[in-house]
C-alpha cells in the first residue's frame, strides 16, 4: 500500500510569486485536506478535497486556492506570494468523505519565501 | 470554538522514566481524538487515536484515554526510548466541519541516554 507522497521536498519563491505544491493521495482514499505548518505551531486546516469538490475551508485568503483530480491526487496554489507563507505544507488523505475517518499525512513540502 | 490546548515543552526525561503529555479539549459535540508525532524534517505521523468517550488508544508503548467527563486525553508511556525524542501533536477531529483536524500547539519531547 502507498502512503501519501508530496512533491517537491522544498521550494523557495520570492515575493509576490505563485507556487503549486502536489500530493498523491494513499490508495483507496478520495478525500485530501491540506494544512499550513508554521515554525514551531501545530497545523491549520486551509481546505479539504472530496471527490473533486472542496468540502470545507479554513481561515485562509482566496488566494490559496487547490484542486482534485480524478485520480484523487491534489495540487495546493499559492497566488502573491507573502512572507509570512513560508511553512511546511501538509496533505492528508482519507479513506471516505465521513468525518470521523482518520488522516494520515505526507512528509511536507517546506516553502521559504523570500 | 474548538480548540485543543498542550503542556508547553520542552519535555526533557532520561531514558527508561515515565512519560506524560497533557491534553485538554473544546468541543460541541463528540469528537475523535488523535495523538500525532512528528520527528525531524518528517511529516506527521499517526500514533494512537480513540473515537469515543473511555476508549483507550495505544500503540509502541503509548497509551491515551478519551475522559470526557475532564475533556482530556493525556498520553503516557511507562518507560521512554531515545527514539522517542520528537514533537508530540494532539489533535481532534471537528465533525461539524469536514472533520477538519484542530492540533494543539505540539509538545517537544527530548530523551538523554
Known amino acids: 500500500e502507498t502512503g501519501v507522497t508530496q512533491s517537491p521536498t522544498h521550494l523557495i519563491k520570492t515575493r509576490g510569486q505563485q507556487v503549486t505544491l502536489r500530493c498523491s493521495s494513499q490508495?483507496?482514499?478520495?478525500?485530501v485536506s491540506w494544512y499550513q505548518q508554521a515554525l514551531g505551531q501545530g497545523p491549520q486546516f486551509i481546505f479539504q478535497?472530496?471527490?473533486?469538490?472542496?468540502?470545507g475551508r479554513g481561515n485562509f485568503p482566496p488566494r490559496f486556492s487547490g484542486l482534485q483530480f480524478p485520480n484523487y491526487s491534489s495540487e495546493l496554489n499559492v497566488n502573491a506570494l507573502e512572507l509570512d507563507d513560508s511553512a511546511l505544507y501538509l496533505c492528508?488523505?482519507?479513506?471516505?468523505?465521513?468525518?470521523?475517518?482518520?488522516?494520515?499525512f505526507g512528509p511536507g513540502t517546506r516553502l521559504t519565501v523570500l | 470554538g474548538n480548540s485543543v490546548t498542550q503542556m508547553e515543552g520542552p519535555v526533557t526525561l532520561s531514558e527508561e522514566a515515565f512519560l506524560t503529555i497533557n491534553c485538554t479539549y473544546t468541543?460541541?459535540?463528540?469528537?475523535?481524538l488523535f495523538w500525532y508525532v512528528q520527528y525531524p524534517g518528517e511529516g506527521l505521523q499517526l500514533l494512537l487515536k480513540?473515537?469515543?468517550?473511555?476508549d483507550k488508544g495505544s500503540n509502541k508503548g503509548f497509551e491515551a484515554t478519551y475522559r470526557k467527563e475532564t475533556t482530556s486525553f493525556h498520553l503516557e508511556k511507562g518507560s521512554v526510548q531515545v527514539s522517542d525524542s520528537a514533537v508530540y501533536f494532539c489533535?481532534?477531529?471537528?465533525?461539524?466541519?469536514?472533520?477538519?483536524?484542530?492540533f494543539g500547539q505540539g509538545t517537544t519531547l527530548q530523551v538523554k541516554p
Open positions: 492528508a488523505s482519507s479513506s471516505s468523505g465521513r468525518r470521523e475517518d482518520t488522516q494520515y
Open positions: 490508495s483507496g482514499h478520495n478525500t
Open positions: 478535497y472530496y471527490r473533486e469538490e472542496e468540502n
Open positions: 468541543a460541541t459535540g463528540y469528537p475523535s
Open positions: 480513540a473515537t469515543k468517550a473511555d
Open positions: 489533535a481532534l477531529s471537528d465533525r461539524s466541519n469536514t472533520g477538519k483536524l484542530i
